[in-house]
């Protein structure tokens, strides 16, 4: 069955640190990517995705993702995380050619320290 | 625009009652999903609906049911609500199911006593 693996369950930084959250599926095939985002008391939305072409994309509020086809792999990054970037982060995949059902990662759960 | 609404945002229900959860949304869509979410275990999806008239089970089924009651609304419902029900619940839109952008709602939070 296909899977999605974040290793990171809790991560704490400090404001201006680097960030890269990982993630890993398993699926052979084509996929879609996302990373969505949870700030404290809101609901899931759209941090970024990928469906094709460049493999380096980049979403809103600073932060981007590489799609690597040979390590099944979509880590998201930002160079220099903010107070305001502590939520929950969860990666999802939609393997296509499947049933197309979306599969989320069990989330990383982000604090930044001021 | 008010995107993907839920009603309510809290419930409080013993063992063995039943609830409807409502999810409509405002942006034609027409796929619409029910996920449930745990500490620890990220989200799991319940049922969907590619389209009107359409439904599917999801990962974790069991003990619940819904409906596509229109193109806008997609209810999901607890027959005989237990205690390992106690979550938040999202309902989610997108386009199509194949592309997959989702917009979630505001979530219910449950409490099954």
């Known amino acids: 069955a296909q899977s999605v693996s974040q290793h990171n369950h809790h991560v704490i930084l400090s404001e201006a640190a680097s960030l890269e959250l990982g993630c890993n599926y398993s699926?052979?095939?084509?996929?879609?990517l996302f990373w969505y985002v949870q700030y404290p008391g809101q609901h899931l939305q759209l941090l970024l995705k990928y469906f094709s072409g460049d493999p380096l994309v980049k979403g809103i509020k600073g932060f981007e993702a590489e799609f690597i086809k040979s390590k099944f792999s979509f880590n998201l990054r930002k160079p220099s995380v903010q107070w305001s970037d502590t939520a929950e982060y969860f990666c999802a995949v939609i393997p296509l050619g499947r049933d197309d059902k979306i599969i989320f990662g069990k989330g990383t759960r982000l604090h930044i320290l001021p | 625009n008010a995107g993907v609404t839920q009603t309510p945002k809290f419930q409080v229900l013993k063992t063995g009652q039943s609830m409807t959860l409502q999810c409509a949304q405002d942006m034609n869509h027409n796929s619409m999903y029910w996920y449930r979410q745990d500490p620890g275990m990220g989200l799991r999806l319940i049922y969907y609906?590619?389209?009107?008239?359409?439904?599917d089970k999801g990962e974790v089924p069991n003990g619940y049911n819904v409906s596509r009651l229109n193109k806008r609304e997609f209810s999901l419902r607890l027959e005989s609500a237990a205690p390992s029900q106690t979550s938040v619940y999202f309902c989610?839109?997108?386009?199509?199911?194949?592309?997959?952008?989702?917009?979630f709602g505001p979530g219910t939070r449950l409490l099954v006593l």
């Open positions: 989610a839109s997108s386009e199509a199911r194949a592309e997959e952008t989702q917009y």
């Open positions: 609906s590619a389209s009107e008239g359409t439904t």
């Open positions: 699926y052979g095939g084509t996929v879609n």
